[in-house]
Each structure stands twice: as structure tokens, then as C-alpha cells.
């Protein structure tokens, strides 16, 4: 393929304002990023509407080859509509305008565009500028919390992993783990285009997830980080959170007993329905998905189902619509966090969080901040170079902020022999 020189590109920027001018084009592709849907559903999901504005949008669409549809010849005529191949194109666009719109606003709507100083842009600097002591009297400060606690809470997040190398935005990586990827899509789209199954993309999904699923969970290492929180903990009374999926806490040797995964769990399936509040070990049909893919044999037949109720094995992973499987075999629950931390009520206890983002917050942000002011003797720890604020302010003040990066944190905090 050959290079595309930005430099003389007004002629394909005027042709893509073209192909998807009007007030509707790209609303409609947003709708059916999530999946396909019939003509009433795409109405209803766009609010205001008109039945023959939305007729001419998805035959224009249509026309130029963004959007398919398939007609099942059921009692009542059902048509459904879904985007094609070049379709899915368009979908990283439309992630960076939503994410250049979020910047623009709140750089705008800061009233100091001349300064700046409000905008995301300027974010790091921003936290620079919280008044924090030096970073050695808050080493000790925390190892010291560290040495006296009874318990243990650890909350682990997406940074922990970009921190040691696995970043899902980068599009290098996509390439990596799934060659057939467009050039500017990265994980986080992949995750989005196939975040659904149905019929006629069982495959596609299938070889996504495969590639993807072997190597966040079975081929990759365990990295640093999550070997010296595992070495740590092994001594304590300690329970686990964490909104990744990929299993590295308990693959590092903490007991899966005692690690809440709220998003999912890289190793297992489950049904999509789902029929049973239980989960089927991955490791096996992704060995055989593989050897299918690698030989081009899959067929319908092949696609993973539910032993139960025949229905769509799908990743244990809330981006693939369903989770919620409680105290499903050895999977730790949402009760047994709760359970956990009562039992630390009053007594002294570390909350120790590592790279949490803000985006999910009520798996491991606020369930930290809401624990710790309900309990006076407990100390919060977070390391977090975006983000340090707070939904419960109060928990501020017993809290030990490190925006230094992870990578330099969490050997000065937990290892036996540091320098402080
Ligand atoms: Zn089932």
C-alpha cells in the first residue's frame, strides 16, 4: 500500500466531507457502531427524526457503501441495518471528534483560552502544581502506613499495564496482535467493533478475540509491577480490585479467591445470555480457534457455545455486553469486596491503589475513597499521573498521593530493601 502524504490531501478531505455531509450520516453510523439494528430501533435511538429523512440518510448510506442491510423473511418483514467493512472505518474518526470536542469545550468553556490553564492539555502540569512534600517524606510516610496495617486493599487499573508497555491505544500493538486491523485503528477500537456478536460476524469476532484474548492473557508475561504487588501481598491479609482483565494479579500468585475482577476475566468464557451464573475455562477453545484460524477450517460450526443452553460463548469482558457471574466458580464477587472491607472496619488498613483511571470508577476509585472515610484508622495510597482527584473529598486527608510514575513508585513502596 502506498504512503498518503498529508501535505495534498484537500481533495480526499473535500471527498470525505462529501461522502458524509448532512445532519445524519453520522449519527446514524454511531447508532449502529454498536451493532445492527432494525429501522424503528435506529428512529427511536435518534430521537428526532422523520421517517423519510431517516429512509433517504440509509439509502444514501447505503449507496456509497457504509452501510449494509439484510431483509429475514420472518411474518412481519425485518430488515436490519449494520455497517459494512468500510463502514467500520469511519468509527476511529468519530472516537477522536468525540474526544477533540470534549477538549475543545472544556477548553472554550474555561473562559482563559489565553492562558490555557484549564485545558486537558495542560492537565499534567495542573497536578504538578497540587502542593505535595517531597517525594521521599511520602515514600516513608507510606511504607511506614505499609509496615503497621493489619490489612491489605489493592486496587490495580489500566495505567499499571502502559506503565510496563501494554498500552491499548497504541495502534502498533493492534498490528501486532491482529494483523488484518485497519492502520488507524488501535485495541480500544478493535474492542468496540467486535464488542458484539450476532449472526454473520462470528467469525470476524471470533478471530479478533482469539488473537487478542491469547495474548493479553496466555502469551504475554506477567510484568514487574504486578510481580512486586504479588510478592508484597503473599505475607499480608490482603483483598484485591481491579477493572483489568487480563488476570495478571492472580497469574503473579495472588489467589483468585481474592481478586475482584469487576470488567471480566481474560480467562474464561461465559454465556451470553447468560444461562448460568458460571464460567467456562478459555484456555481450550482458544487453542483450537487458533489452530482453525491459522488453517482457514472455521466454519459455522466451530463457533464457541454455551454446553448448556446453545447459545454464544462469549469473553468474560463487560465490552462484550454481558458480565455478572457472582461467585461463579472460583471467581471472587462484588459481595466478597464488601465482605472484606467491613471486616477491616476500625482496624488499620492500607488502601493502596495503582493506576486506576476515572473512567469506571465504581469498581476501584470510589469503592477506595467511600471505604476509607468510613474508617478513621485506614491510610489511601494512590499512585495516579493523570488523575489525583477526588469523588469523596474527605478521603483526601488520609490519603498519600504519588503522581511520580508507577514504574518508580512501587519498587521504593514495597520492596524489603529500599532506600527509605
Ligand atoms: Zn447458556
Known amino acids: 500500500m502506498s504512503e498518503i502524504s498529508l501535505y495534498r490531501t484537500t481533495s480526499e478531505i473535500q471527498a470525505f466531507i462529501n461522502l458524509l ?35 433517504d440518510t440509509l439509502r444514501m448510506l447505503e449507496e456509497d457503501g457504509i452501510v449494509e442491510r439484510t431483509v429475514y423473511p420472518d411474518t412481519v418483514l425485518h430488515v436490519e441495518y449494520y455497517l459494512s467493512q468500510m463502514g467500520w472505518g469511519i468509527y476511529p474518526i468519530l472516537r477522536e471528534m468525540t474526544i477533540y ?164 476475566n481474560y480467562t474464561y468464557l461465559q454465556c451470553i445470555t447468560p444461562c448460568k451464573n458460571r464460567v467456562f475455562e478459555a484456555e481450550p477453545y482458544l487453542v483450537r480457534l487458533k489452530n482453525l484460524f491459522s488453517k482457514g477450517t472455521f466454519t459455522s460450526s466451530d463457533i464457541p457455545r454455551c454446553p448448556y443452553c446453545g447459545n454464544y460463548l462469549v469473553p468474560n469482558h463487560f465490552r462484550t455486553r454481558v458480565i455478572s457471574v457472582a461467585s461463579a466458580n472460583t471467581v471472587a464477587s462484588q459481595e466478597d469486596v464488601i465482605r472484606f472491607v467491613n471486616k477491616t472496619k476500625g482496624s488499620r488498613t492500607v488502601f493502596l491503589e495503582v493506576g486506576c483511571g476515572n473512567r469506571m470508577p465504581n469498581i476501584v476509585r470510589n469503592r477506595i475513597e467511600s471505604s476509607v472515610i468510613e474508617n478513621p484508622n485506614a491510610v489511601m495510597i494512590r499512585i495516579n499521573s493523570d488523575d489525583l482527584s477526588f469523588r469523596f473529598p474527605e478521603a483526601e486527608k488520609q490519603a498519600i498521593l504519588f503522581n511520580e510514575g508507577i514504574k518508580t513508585v512501587l519498587p521504593d513502596l514495597l520492596l524489603p530493601e529500599g532506600n527509605y
Open 101 to 264: 470536542m470534549h477538549e475543545y469545550e472544556t477548553f472554550r468553556g474555561s473562559g482563559r483560552e489565553e492562558e490555557g490553564k484549564n485545558c486537558p492539555y495542560f492537565v499534567k502540569e495542573a497536578i504538578g502544581k497540587k502542593r505535595m512534600s517531597e517525594y521521599s517524606e511520602r515514600i516513608k510516610a507510606a511504607r511506614k502506613a505499609l509496615d503497621e496495617s493489619e490489612h491489605l486493599f489493592i486496587g490495580t487499573g489500566s495505567q499499571i499495564n502502559t506503565a510496563y508497555g501494554v498500552n491499548l491505544f497504541s495502534r502498533l500493538l493492534a498490528k501486532k496482535i491482529y494483523p488484518d486491523t485497519y492502520k488507524l485503528e488501535n485495541i480500544e477500537d478493535l474492542i468496540d467493533r467486535y464488542s458484539n456478536i450476532f449472526p454473520g460476524n462470528e467469525e470476524q469476532f471470533w478471530k479478533f478475540w482469539t488473537a487478542f484474548l491469547w495474548f493479553m492473557r496466555f502469551e504475554r508475561n506477567v510484568n514487574e509491577g504486578h510481580q512486586l504487588i504479588a510478592e508484597y501481598a503473599a505475607s499480608r491479609d490482603y483483598f484485591a480490585a481491579t477493572t483489568n482483565a487480563d488476570c495478571q494479579l492472580v497469574r503473579a500468585g495472588l489467589s483468585a479467591e481474592r481478586v475482584f475482577a469487576g470488567l471480566g
Open 21 to 55: 455531509s448532512g445532519k445524519w450520516k453520522l449519527p446514524v453510523i454511531h447508532e449502529l457502531v454498536g451493532g445492527p439494528k432494525r429501522f424503528g430501533e435506529l428512529r427511536r435511538d435518534l430521537g428526532n427524526i422523520s421517517q423519510k429523512v431517516l429512509t
